[in-house]
């Protein structure tokens, strides 16, 4: 009996010091996460600027219609101006309209988090970034895309006859599309920002 006791004691011990030992693998002081939720903060809202003044310049320039090619062609050569060794920059969403942008596991784990927040009532301002440290040591920063006004031209309802035309022309380009049927204040996908130590 006492082998039996001195045995499950042991086991015990073992399975502690390895659970603790994967846990601090990965896991990150509040301090080195609240940076870099700052980080990723601010490398979305740079990019985020970016990419909405470009826009905003296509349509004032173009028209809705085609600044939806111009789109399609720009978005992830702006997206990536603040792509670097270190720090990798993506937009993905549970309805995507390019297939490149479909989530990984991950990912969709974190969209399907934000959208049972949102089911929950909680609003907008109140969904907080999510920041994780993965097994490899990469940092993670998610967060909530939030569709604005100007946004639903494009991702908003298909059955809008005077916007015929104009799902016409995504529908070329995007044969895949599933990013539509949105209205402003939805969540229409995340921003994802790898931070990968040297």
């Known amino acids: 009996m006492k082998n039996i006791n001195y045995s499950l004691i042991t086991l015990s011990l073992l ?3 390895f659970f603790l030992a994967c846990k601090n693998e990965n896991d990150f002081s509040n301090e080195e996460r609240l940076n870099y939720t700052k980080r ?7 990019t985020f600027d970016t990419l909405s003044h470009s826009l905003k310049s296509a349509i004032s320039e173009m028209g809705v219609e085609n ?3 111009y789109c399609q062609a720009n978005a992830y050569p702006l997206t990536d101006i603040y792509t670097s060794d270190s720090v990798k920059i993506r937009r993905t969403a549970l309805k995507y309209r390019n297939t ?5 596991t991950t990912e969709e784990r974190i969209l399907k ?3 049972s927040q949102k089911e929950k009532g909680i609003e907008n301002d109140s969904l907080q970034a999510i920041t994780e440290k993965d097994a490899s040591g990469k940092i993670h920063f998610y967060k909530p895309i939030i569709l ?5 031209n494009c991702h908003g309802s298909k ?3 005077g916007q015929a035309s104009l799902w016409k022309t995504i529908d070329s380009l995007y044969p895949s599309d599933m990013a539509f049927g ?3 204040g939805d969540l229409r996908g995340i921003w994802h920002v790898t931070f990968i130590k040297k």
Request: net charge neutral.
């Open 40 to 46: 990723g903060n601010s490398v979305v809202k740079q």
């Open 100 to 104: 490149a942008n479909k989530p990984d």
């Open 113 to 115: 988090f934000f959208a």
């Open 148 to 152: 604005q006004s100007m946004c639903a």
């Open 182 to 184: 949105f209205q402003p």
């Open 67 to 69: 600044a939806v090619a």
């Open 15 to 17: 399975l502690s010091v």
């Open 159 to 161: 059955t809008d006859v």
